[in-house]
């Protein structure tokens, strides 16, 4: 099921459920399209791949995660 949200209202939630799904998997190497399957695979909801990359690179800016390398177009970052 894909999740309907509004990008400008319910930004924050958005980024608060993918900050909190992020920050359980502390060693895990991702990029934004794994975390979404792995979102998909956990509870049966598509965030956008877009939501997850802000989200990932949020999370780099504050010390929760490190770039490891870029993969097909992709940032893969460990979770710290």
């Known amino acids: 099921m894909k999740l309907d949200y509004d990008t ?17 998997r502390k060693g ?5 399209m794994q975390a979404m399957r792995k979102c998909i695979d956990a509870y049966g ?15 780099r800016s504050i010390g929760e995660a490190s770039f490891i390398r870029s993969n097909g177009g992709f940032t893969v970052y460990i979770i710290e």
């Open 28 to 32: 895990e190497e991702l990029d934004c």
């Open 45 to 59: 909801i598509r965030i956008d791949h877009h939501e997850w990359a802000y989200t990932l690179d949020y999370m």
């Open 8 to 24: 400008t209202k319910d930004h924050k939630y958005i980024r608060r459920f993918t900050h909190d799904f992020l920050s359980r």
